[in-house]
């Protein structure tokens, strides 16, 4: 069953695309000081990508292929220090407007 998390600071737009689905909906609000607490929120992000890819698509496939290789890195640690694994998930942020595809 696929699984579909919104993470926004403005979450009207999400609202309106989630309105009236026949699916379950969670919702959790929490304050910017309790994000920043958890390490997710950072003041300063740095962004780097080769000179060489100047289109959107070409920047959000090099952060899904460094994402997959984190990913499997991570894998492999958990593997080998015999810790519980967690599927880790890939969030960008993306310009432009949310549109509604049909189910």
């Known amino acids: ?31 910017a000081d309790e994000v920043r607490a958890s390490g997710l929120l950072k003041d300063r992000i740095v962004i780097t990508y ?4 100047n289109n959107d698509m070409a920047v959000l496939q090099a952060a899904a292929d460094d994402w997959k290789q984190k990913w499997e890195r991570w894998s492999q640690y958990c593997y080998e220090q015999h810790y519980a694994y967690g599927n880790p998930i890939f969030i960008a942020q993306l310009l432009g407007r949310m549109v509604r595809t049909p189910m």
């Open 50 to 53: 080769p000179d060489t890819i």
């Open 1 to 31: 069953m696929p699984v579909v998390i919104g993470m926004t600071a403005t979450p009207e737009r999400f609202n309106n695309l989630v309105a009236g689905i026949m699916y379950t909906t969670h919702y959790v609000v929490t304050t």
